[in-house]
């Protein structure tokens, strides 16, 4: 079996057909590579065709640059609480508390400024709301209890928190952060840049650095790692904190859009992210995802939404729209891994173990 | 083979649960090359000394020597750090990530200035070295850049074990094996084994946990038994057979 010789160019892959999590397919046979492509790039794929057939439907009013840009800004705050879900998610750690860290943050930044303190102490401020409730998260949650159990607890407690500083009531009036808020730079709308920005270093540190990779390989395996002489407690920690951060950042952009700062968390928001990062493949037990596919994800729920208004669907479509799609993402990506799997113990010499609830 | 110093001894090793003797003066040693088979009945102290060897248990009494050098073990990072490495039954593996980054994971590689500030990994070299390493141990699997999932369980197990093996290398080592093929079909035990006996050529120190007695027959150069928290048979394979091994390990034959 594995004996079949591998020569040394192939052994290291260069110029070989890889899949973007790299996965060398090129001696595969051609149906594996199709499917395992599908199961890689569907949600781009499934992207496109919702782009032609909304094209198609609201002709002329959809494919235009300046629809296009408002998907954009309306993904962009989606996209900001998925990116921290999604990146909590891959390295293991599944954060519910994002709405109340979101909700503080903003208030915290908002009663600041009220207060007369410079603009740039409040942000900062605000972005340390996201660190500490990071470090609070994951310091129970390594206690050896249930993440979603803890999280679910900080929800209420930043929640009530963000009332207790508010005074229970919206804080209106914070003009001052505008320039991150409605702004416009180069006609393109200023959450696009804070989101691509996001993204990009998000991707890079994910795949790219020492730090992301050992990330993302506590999410698969916390014990292999620790095996290693890894610090993976350390590394479990910083996951929180990202999605921490993503939470506060998504609470001050929302503050900064409407210029006031609700104490109110909003669940929708949470749920929005985990549709986006369902719908990107992201494994909820960890390990495993890609970053660009849940902005993609992000934006297919922008779309959704945009394609169906223009059209003069009732808006509550778009809701069950987006729940449909995500479960049959879910129901089409295990019966996927479920074929390759048995294609390649069918090919020999190979066998992906499935493992349950990592589909 | 017994003129050099060995590569891991222990002396009079004893280990107490309460009242309960796990090891009762237990001597063992491994040369640099050698595979010794640790063989015993379930509760015999074997699991007990191969932990007392990886650092993960800490002795009552005895002493451990690593190349001539008395030690004290008080977690598997040491052990680890003096080239004793540990390859577990259930492998250790993370599975989504390709058998590069599992090999490398803990000492990646990385890019040059002013990348490395930010700790850029070097994705290139990190393939590369795994390639090279494999094939100094004689591995062919996969790719570089498969992922674990994808592999079969004796390629998982080839890829575990050759990650124990280029971290104690350089040291000479020691490897300790628990149940190396407990999962494996007939083909994946025989690239274990091919495994096994070339990191013993590379003059790895080898100590091999198994109840499967025609595999510590096939690869051992040494046979140690353990009875009930005593060592009661310490013999080259060439001077014994199975049906006296056997007997050793239920207590029908006396100890030597």
């Given at each position: 079996?594995?004996?079949?010789?591998?020569?040394?160019?192939?052994?290291?892959?260069?110029?070989?057909?890889?899949?973007?999590?790299?996965?060398?397919?090129?001696?595969?046979?051609?149906?594996?590579?199709?499917?395992?492509?599908?199961?890689?790039?569907?949600?781009?794929?499934?992207?496109?065709?919702?782009?032609?057939?909304?094209?198609?439907?609201?002709?002329?009013?959809?494919?235009?640059?300046?629809?296009?840009?408002?998907?954009?800004?309306?993904?962009?705050?989606?996209?900001?609480?998925?990116?921290?879900?999604?990146?909590?998610?891959?390295?293991?750690?599944?954060?519910?508390?994002?709405?109340?860290?979101?909700?503080?943050?903003?208030?915290?930044?908002?009663?600041?400024?009220?207060?007369?303190?410079?603009?740039?102490?409040?942000?900062?401020?605000?972005?340390?709301?996201?660190?500490?409730?990071?470090?609070?998260?994951?310091?129970?949650?390594?206690?050896?209890?249930?993440?979603?159990?803890?999280?679910?607890?900080?929800?209420?407690?930043?929640?009530?928190?963000?009332?207790?500083?508010?005074?229970?009531?919206?804080?209106?009036?914070?003009?001052?952060?505008?320039?991150?808020?409605?702004?416009?730079?180069?006609?393109?709308?200023?959450?696009?840049?804070?989101?691509?920005?996001?993204?990009?270093?998000?991707?890079?540190?994910?795949?790219?650095?020492?730090?992301?990779?050992?990330?993302?390989?506590?999410?698969?395996?916390?014990?292999?790692?620790?095996?290693?002489?890894?610090?993976?407690?350390?590394?479990?920690?910083?996951?929180?904190?990202?999605?921490?951060?993503?939470?506060?950042?998504?609470?001050?952009?929302?503050?900064?859009?409407?210029?006031?700062?609700?104490?109110?968390?909003?669940?929708?928001?949470?749920?929005?992210?985990?549709?986006?990062?369902?719908?990107?493949?992201?494994?909820?037990?960890?390990?495993?995802?890609?970053?660009?596919?849940?902005?993609?994800?992000?934006?297919?729920?922008?779309?959704?939404?945009?394609?169906?208004?223009?059209?003069?669907?009732?808006?509550?479509?778009?809701?069950?729209?987006?729940?449909?799609?995500?479960?049959?993402?879910?129901?089409?990506?295990?019966?996927?891994?479920?074929?390759?799997?048995?294609?390649?113990?069918?090919?020999?010499?190979?066998?992906?173990?499935?493992?349950?609830?990592?589909? | 083979?017994?003129?050099?110093t060995p590569a891991l001894k222990l002396s009079n090793i004893e280990l107490h649960?309460?009242?309960?003797?796990a090891l009762d003066g237990v001597d063992f040693h491994v040369q640099p090359?050698?595979?010794v088979?640790l063989?015993?009945?379930?509760?015999?102290g074997k699991s007990t000394l191969l932990k007392v060897m990886s650092g993960a248990h800490r002795p009552t009494h005895g002493t451990i020597e690593v190349n001539g050098q008395a030690t004290a073990f008080h977690t598997p990072k040491d052990a680890a750090a003096v080239g004793i490495q540990m390859?577990?039954?259930?492998?250790?593996?993370?599975?989504?990530?390709?058998?590069?980054?599992?090999?490398?994971?803990?000492?990646?590689?990385?890019?040059?200035?002013?990348?490395?500030?930010?700790?850029?990994?070097?994705?290139?070299?990190?393939?590369?070295?795994?390639?090279?390493?494999?094939?100094?141990?004689?591995?062919?699997?996969?790719?570089?850049?498969?992922?674990?999932?994808?592999?079969?369980?004796?390629?998982?197990?080839?890829?575990?074990?050759?990650?124990?093996?280029?971290?104690v290398?350089?040291s000479g080592g020691v490897i300790l094996?628990?149940?190396?093929?407990?999962?494996?079909?007939?083909?994946?035990?025989?690239?274990?084994?091919?495994?096994?006996?070339?990191?013993?050529?590379?003059?790895?120190a080898i100590v091999?946990?198994?109840?499967?007695?025609?595999?510590?027959?096939?690869?051992?150069?040494?046979?140690v038994?353990l009875?009930?928290?005593?060592k009661?048979?310490d013999?080259?394979?060439?001077?014994?057979?199975?049906?006296?091994?056997?007997?050793?390990?239920?207590?029908?034959?006396?100890?030597?």
């Open positions: 079996m594995s004996h079949s010789p591998v020569d040394r160019q192939d052994a290291v892959g260069g110029g070989k057909r890889t899949t973007d999590r790299g996965i060398e397919t090129s001696h595969l046979p051609f149906n594996i590579r199709a499917l395992v492509f599908v199961r890689e790039r569907g949600i781009i794929v499934l992207w496109l065709l919702l782009l032609l057939f909304f094209a198609i439907w609201d002709h002329p009013y959809f494919a235009s640059v300046a629809n296009g840009l408002l998907i954009l800004q309306a993904a962009a705050l989606t996209a900001v609480y998925a990116a921290g879900v999604g990146i909590g998610a891959i390295s293991g750690a599944l954060d519910l508390s994002v709405p109340g860290v979101a909700a503080l943050a903003g208030v915290v930044t908002g009663k600041l400024i009220t207060l007369g303190q410079p603009v740039w102490l409040a942000l900062l401020a605000g972005l340390l709301i996201g660190v500490v409730a990071g470090l609070v998260n994951g310091f129970i949650t390594l206690r050896g209890l249930n993440p979603l159990v803890v999280t679910i607890g900080t929800l209420s407690v930043m929640s009530g928190l963000a009332a207790v500083v508010s005074g229970g009531y919206t804080i209106p009036g914070l003009d001052e952060l505008t320039f991150m808020g409605t702004a416009r730079y180069f006609g393109i709308p200023v959450h696009v840049y804070l989101v691509a920005l996001l993204y990009v270093v998000g991707t890079v540190f994910l795949t790219k650095t020492r730090d992301g990779i050992r990330l993302v390989a506590v999410g698969g395996n916390p014990e292999a790692v620790r095996r290693l002489g890894i610090n993976s407690p350390r590394y479990q920690l910083l996951g929180f904190v990202i999605t921490g951060c993503c939470s506060a950042l998504a609470g001050l952009m929302t503050a900064a859009l409407v210029t006031e700062a609700s104490p109110q968390a909003s669940p929708a928001s949470i749920f929005q992210a985990l549709t986006a990062v369902a719908l990107a493949g992201v494994s909820l037990g960890g390990g495993r995802g890609s970053l660009p596919k849940v902005l993609v994800g992000a934006i297919i729920l922008a779309t959704i939404g945009d394609g169906l208004t223009i059209a003069g669907v009732q808006p509550y479509w778009a809701t069950v729209t987006t729940g449909v799609l995500m479960i049959t993402a879910l129901v089409i990506d295990r019966l996927l891994t479920q074929i390759i799997s048995d294609r390649l113990v069918e090919v020999g010499s190979m066998s992906t173990h499935v493992k349950d609830g990592k589909g | 083979m017994s003129q050099t649960y309460g009242y309960v003797r090359g050698e595979i088979g063989l015993g009945d379930n509760g015999a390859v577990y039954q259930d492998l250790a593996l993370v599975e989504a990530q390709d058998i590069a980054t599992n090999l490398q994971l803990g000492r990646e590689p990385l890019r040059g200035f002013p990348f490395n500030i930010i700790g850029f990994v070097d994705h290139k070299a990190m393939q590369r070295t795994s390639a090279e390493q494999l094939s100094r141990l004689g591995v062919r699997t996969a790719p570089m850049n498969r992922p674990v999932e994808m592999l079969s369980g004796g390629q998982r197990q080839v890829v575990a074990i050759s990650r124990a093996a280029v971290r290398m350089e094996l628990d149940e190396p093929t407990a999962a494996l079909g007939y083909e994946q035990t025989q690239l274990v084994e091919e495994l096994i006996v070339k990191m013993a050529q590379q003059g790895i091999l946990v198994t109840h499967n007695l025609p595999l510590c027959y096939n690869l051992a150069h040494r046979i038994v009875n009930r928290g005593r009661v048979a013999i080259a394979k060439t001077e014994t057979d199975m049906d006296s091994v056997v007997g050793w390990i239920t207590g029908a034959k006396k100890a030597m």
